[in-house]
């Protein structure tokens, strides 16, 4: 598929549990994003991969999230001891660096930490 | 910093036009988007418009930019009820490799 994906869909967790996230960008896209929507809510920026440069971390909440780009391809995001706040949807984009900048997004992970 | 915002909410009955309108504070703005987010579903790109344009028409869409303002609108034609969904506006520079959204409008239509 030449879509961005996302894995898994749907993932229900206990608090206090880590999870990871995963999103495969469209290929030979080198900027990938990660952003939050609470329901009914707009996009919450996390962070921003471009290449191999450091990433812009200034949107992740709080020190329980992290994200890695390896390869320059697949990025996992994770949230340790996850809380109920941490409830949404996870969407990844990627686009193309120059041009017109457009982000292709993918389905979104939902998680849900009971 | 630099912000898009949008209207949160706008409801139309079935067959009438629908505007959903955006602000932006970025003057170097170079591109304008319009992304359509369907229930349980990712943003996709319906349109965009480069700032040197003031209209773009695509079938029933219908984008205006008003650079002076900083203000862009989407005009839906014969909205129907399956553009039920959440429009979000957004913003690019030539100045960041980035890209900045609005909050989205949640868009009802009524039979």
């Known amino acids: 598929g030449a879509g961005v994906s996302q894995s898994p869909s749907n993932k229900v967790t206990e608090k206090g549990k880590d999870v990871e996230l995963r999103c495969d960008p469209i290929s030979g896209h080198t900027a990938l994003y990660w952003y939050r929507q609470s329901l009914g809510q707009g996009l919450e920026f996390l962070i921003y991969f471009q290449g191999n440069s450091a990433p812009d971390k200034s949107g992740l909440p709080s020190d329980r999230f992290s994200a890695e780009r390896t390869g320059g391809s697949v990025s996992t995001l994770t949230i340790q001891r996850t809380q109920q706040e941490d409830s949404a949807v996870y969407l990844c984009?990627?686009?193309?660096?120059?041009?017109?900048?457009?982000?292709?997004f993918g389905p979104g992970t939902r998680l849900t930490v009971t | 910093g630099e912000d898009v915002e949008q209207s949160l909410f706008l409801s139309v009955r079935e067959g009438d036009s629908s505007v959903i309108n955006c602000t932006y504070t970025?003057?170097?703005?170079?591109?304008l988007y319009w992304y359509k987010q369907e229930p349980g579903a990712g943003l996709q790109l319906l349109t965009y418009?480069?700032?040197?344009?003031d209209m773009k028409q695509d079938q029933r869409l219908t984008v205006l930019l008003n650079k002076k303002d900083k203000h862009l609108s989407l005009r839906i034609a014969d909205t129907q009820t399956g553009d039920s969904a959440i429009y979000f506006c957004?913003?690019?520079?030539?100045?960041?490799?980035?890209?900045?959204f609005g909050a989205g409008t949640r868009l009802t239509v009524k039979p």
């Open positions: 957004a913003e690019s520079s030539s100045n960041n490799n980035d890209m900045r």
């Open positions: 970025d003057s170097s703005s170079t591109y």
């Open positions: 984009a990627s686009s193309q660096a120059g041009g017109r900048y457009e982000q292709y």
């Open positions: 418009i480069f700032s040197n344009m």
